[in-house]
């Protein structure tokens, strides 16, 4: 479905050197499944998803969806064909109302429709159909509501990038259990989550660590999730010293 073929991704640094940010990339991304990307901080996750997205060009390499070559498309055209990218840090858009963001996503959807979509993420619609999508709301609110967007669009290649980011663990639970009742098994579409969390990992079909820019694992959840498993752990027990604290 999303194949990329020797994807790599050049910057400029400031001394006028070059840094490759992800190096040499193939997946075949396939139908029905749910796959997770891991692995450390500034290993290259959000940059990848970005070049998927077209947000990022990327410096050599192919992208192929369905067979079509997409790497010259840009994100507008990369959304048009059905590629949906759920932000690490959502972008904030001072002027549009909650309600204008979800029938951008949904253009048929109803009032009954726009309601669900919210409480699906734990917000209550009345609170926040009109709310303004500007820098009024805190990030955890940002998070469910372009997650609620994600959701809403009719796309066949949807990316989360940290879904757990700032969100209370209730909510994560319950969006996953969105993620997969609409992408697992589903043979039209293809759902790839960006996580460190230790609930999310293990439901995924298929674990990819990238670390450095590069593929350092891949394959099965049964495959890869023992051996990663501890490092998830004890990164979440050091990250919230055995308290789970939550920015809501
Ligand atoms: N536009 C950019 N220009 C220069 N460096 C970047 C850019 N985007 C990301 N990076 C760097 O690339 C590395 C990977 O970043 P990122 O993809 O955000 O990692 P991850 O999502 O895995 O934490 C980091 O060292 C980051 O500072
Ligand atoms: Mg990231």
């Not at 669009?153 to 909510?171: C, M």
Request: proline share 4%.
């Amino acid at each position: 479905m999303l194949k990329l073929e020797n994807v790599s991704m050049t910057v400029n640094n400031s001394n006028g050197s070059r840094r490759e940010i992800i190096r040499d990339i193939n997946i075949d991304f396939e139908p029905g499944k749910l796959y997770a990307i891991t692995g450390p901080n500034g290993g290259g996750k959000t940059t990848l998803a970005k070049v998927i997205m077209g947000i990022y060009q990327h410096s050599t390499g192919n992208i192929y969806l369905n067979g079509e070559d997409i790497s010259q498309l840009g994100v507008t055209e990369r959304a048009r064909c059905g590629i949906a990218y759920a932000f690490q840090q959502p972008p904030r858009f001072k002027g549009l109302n909650v309600s204008d963001l979800i029938k951008i996503a949904s253009p048929g959807i109803d009032g009954l429709g726009l309601r669900k979509k919210l409480r699906d993420v734990g917000l209550c619609p009345e609170d926040y159909l009109d709310r303004d999508m500007g820098p009024g709301l805190s990030g955890g609110e940002a998070k469910r509501i372009e997650i609620a967007q994600v959701l809403s669009r009719d796309s066949i290649i949807s990316i989360f990038d940290e879904p757990e980011a700032g969100v209370d663990l209730w909510t994560v639970q319950r969006l996953i259990g969105l993620i997969v009742q609409k992408y697992q098994d589903n043979p039209e579409s293809t759902a790839i989550i960006i996580t460190h969390h230790e609930n999310v990992l293990p439901i995924c079909d298929e674990i990819i660590v990238l670390e450095e820019g590069l593929i350092k694992l891949r394959g099965s959840t049964e495959e890869i999730w023992p051996l990663i498993k501890n490092d998830v752990q004890c990164k979440m027990r050091e990250q919230c010293r055995g308290e789970v604290c939550y920015e809501l």
